[in-house]
């Protein structure tokens, strides 16, 4: 149990430092991550929020708190986009909330999908 508490809380930290930088890195006027592909924004938005996602997942991973993880995440995503409105060296885009999404919503399908496989291996042995 104290093991878990650590891994809990080592979890958490490591999540509000991943928060922070992503929050930074939205703010900034330029982020000098280019890609060049037309879409590659949105890779880096469901990428961001894949990562939160398995990081505040580790932290807290009760059925209830992944539901509400997930709220939370996306409310973060449009707070974002809400602050990135008032700057002008930004753009605000709604499309931008919809990759966060997919980045959360792919994380739990993948966190679902391994922990039922891992459960359907278990019963085989």
């Excluded at 093991?3 to 080592?10: D, E, F, V």
């Excluded at 580790?58 to 939370?72: P, V, W, Y």
């Excluded at 499309?95 to 959360?104: C, E, K, N, P, Q």
Aim: glycine share 2%; charged share 20%.
């Amino acid at each position: 149990m104290i093991a878990l508490l650590k891994r809990n809380k080592y979890f958490k930290v490591l999540f509000y430092v991943t928060l922070v930088v992503v929050f930074y890195l939205a703010v900034i006027p330029d982020d000098n991550i280019h890609m060049e592909w037309k879409y590659a924004d949105k890779l880096k938005h469901a990428t961001a929020f894949f990562t939160l996602s398995f990081l505040l997942n580790r932290a807290s991973s009760t059925i209830q708190h992944r539901l509400r993880n997930m709220g939370a995440l996306l409310l973060f995503g449009i707070f974002i986009e809400f602050v990135q409105y008032f700057l002008p060296e930004r753009e605000s885009s709604i499309l931008d909330v919809w990759a966060d999404l997919a980045g959360i919503l792919l994380f739990q399908l993948s966190y679902s999908l391994l922990k039922l496989l891992l459960e359907l291996r278990n019963k085989k042995l």
